[in-house]
């Protein structure tokens, strides 16, 4: 569904995936190839996120504030 939106909303800005259990790697860089005007993603409790997949994001949008971390709110 993610990578659906990603597909399908090149103008998005902010995208929040708080709380995403089942969020893939492949989906947040497919946001980043995307999404070229993504200014804020939210990863707060996306578990599943691997470290390298937020590099490569920020990589392809240097200026996307990435706001990840963990709280007991989910």
Sequence with gaps: AVIAIANNCPNLTTIDLRCC????????????????????????????????????????????EVIIGYKKFC
């Excluded at 190839?33 to 996306?46: A, F, M, P, Q, V």
């Design 21 to 64: 259990q089942k969020i893939t790697d492949n989906a947040v860089i497919a946001i980043a190839e995307k999404c070229s005007h993504l200014t804020t993603i939210y990863l707060t409790n996306s578990e599943k996120i691997n470290p390298m997949a937020v590099g490569a994001f920020k990589e392809k949008l240097p200026n996307c």
